[in-house]
């Protein structure tokens, strides 16, 4: 009859072997148990050692299962979409993922660059430690816009890809005309494409009758018509701020 330390010393063997299984295959398709069997081939005359082999071949097998099922773990992709880099990276780490290739912007990113879209995409499961593609695009500085006339700084903000809303100021000067006097975000602020930018615009009493006057401005013959419209909005009811930003769902009916 085989010593308790040949059994030790099998039993380590085979436990080696079945850990093995989790990262290569065997050559020639050998299942766990055929390679378990034959290598504990000398053990057979023992009840004994037969009941060994049963319990390492049986810790061998959820050895394997367990491997099996950490292979089928899977991870959601987070939505990365508007996050600055630095803050994508971190949302990737916590969700056990890397980011991968960073498209977008040539030579060393800045700070303030943000993520515009991601491979794989939101939402998608993907495996543990997976790489995501990340395209970036560089912030918008807001220009300088305080003290020029109304059709000229929302023209400039529409050529960066801004939006804009108003908030009325009113003057005393009858024949003033409409300028800003003061904008959110501040002069070279970084901001991401489409971001609202306020003006608050000093106007005279009689607003209303400035529309047929601002509407004949060299600017504002190069407006698209959302910006047209914000403007037109804006003069035609100058008590209330108004922006491009979309207001509140009308209740259902």
Same mark, same amino acid.
């Given at each position: 009859?085989?010593?308790?330390?040949?059994?030790?010393?099998?039993?380590?063997?085979?436990?080696?072997?079945?850990?093995?299984?989790?990262?290569?295959?065997? !050559?020639?398709?050998?299942?766990? =148990?055929?390679?378990?069997?034959?290598?504990?081939?000398?053990?057979?005359?023992?009840?004994?050692?037969?009941?060994?082999? +049963?319990?390492?071949?049986?810790?061998?097998?959820? *050895?394997?299962?367990?491997?099996?099922?950490?292979?089928? &773990?899977?991870?959601?992709?987070?939505?990365?979409?508007?996050?600055?880099?630095?803050?994508?990276?971190? =949302?990737?780490?916590?969700?056990?993922?890397?980011?991968?290739?960073?498209?977008? =912007?040539?030579?060393? +990113?800045?700070?303030?660059?943000?993520?515009?879209?991601?491979?794989?995409?939101? $939402?998608?499961?993907?495996?543990?430690?997976?790489?995501?593609?990340?395209?970036?695009?560089?912030? +918008?500085?807001?220009?300088?816009?305080?003290?020029?006339? @109304?059709?000229?700084?929302?023209?400039? @903000?529409? $050529?960066?890809?801004?939006?804009?809303? %108003?908030?009325?100021?009113?003057?005393?000067?009858? %024949?003033?005309?409409?300028?800003?006097?003061?904008?959110?975000?501040?002069?070279?602020?970084?901001?991401?494409?489409? =971001?609202?930018?306020?003006?608050?615009?000093? *106007?005279?009493?009689? +607003?209303?009758?400035?529309?047929?006057?601002?509407?004949?401005?060299?600017?504002?013959?190069?407006?698209?018509? &959302?910006?047209?419209?914000?403007?037109?909005?804006?003069?035609?009811? !100058?008590?209330?701020?108004?922006?491009?930003?979309?207001?509140?769902? !009308?209740?259902?009916?």
């Amino acid at each position: 009859m085989i010593g308790s330390g040949a059994f030790i010393s099998n039993g380590a063997k085979a436990f080696r072997l079945s850990r093995l299984r989790c990262t290569r295959s065997r !050559p020639g398709g050998r299942t766990p =148990a055929a390679h378990l069997t034959n290598t504990l081939q000398p053990t057979r005359g023992s009840r004994s050692t037969g009941v060994l082999l +049963i319990l390492v071949m049986a810790l061998g097998a959820l *050895t394997l299962t367990g491997c099996s099922k950490k292979k089928e &773990e899977k991870v959601l992709v987070p939505n990365l979409q508007q996050q600055d880099l630095d803050q994508a990276e971190k =949302a990737l780490a916590a969700a056990g993922l890397k980011p991968g290739n960073i498209s977008g =912007a040539s030579g060393t +990113i800045p700070p303030g660059a943000y993520v515009i879209a991601h491979t794989p995409a939101a $939402g998608q499961q993907v495996a543990p430690n997976s790489a995501v593609d990340l395209v970036v695009e560089l912030p +918008i500085s807001v220009p300088t816009l305080t003290g020029s006339k @109304l059709t000229d700084a929302v023209s400039l @903000l529409q $050529g960066l890809g801004l939006k804009v809303g %108003f908030v009325k100021k009113s003057s005393v000067n009858p %024949f003033g005309t409409t300028k800003v006097d003061q904008q959110d975000p501040a002069a070279n602020s970084p901001v991401h494409r489409g =971001a609202v930018v306020t003006l608050t615009v000093s *106007t005279p009493p009689d +607003i209303g009758a400035l529309l047929g006057l601002v509407s004949k401005e060299p600017a504002y013959q190069n407006l698209k018509p &959302e910006y047209k419209n914000v403007l037109a909005a804006f003069l035609g009811n !100058p008590s209330t701020p108004r922006s491009m930003e979309p207001g509140p769902e !009308p209740p259902a009916k």
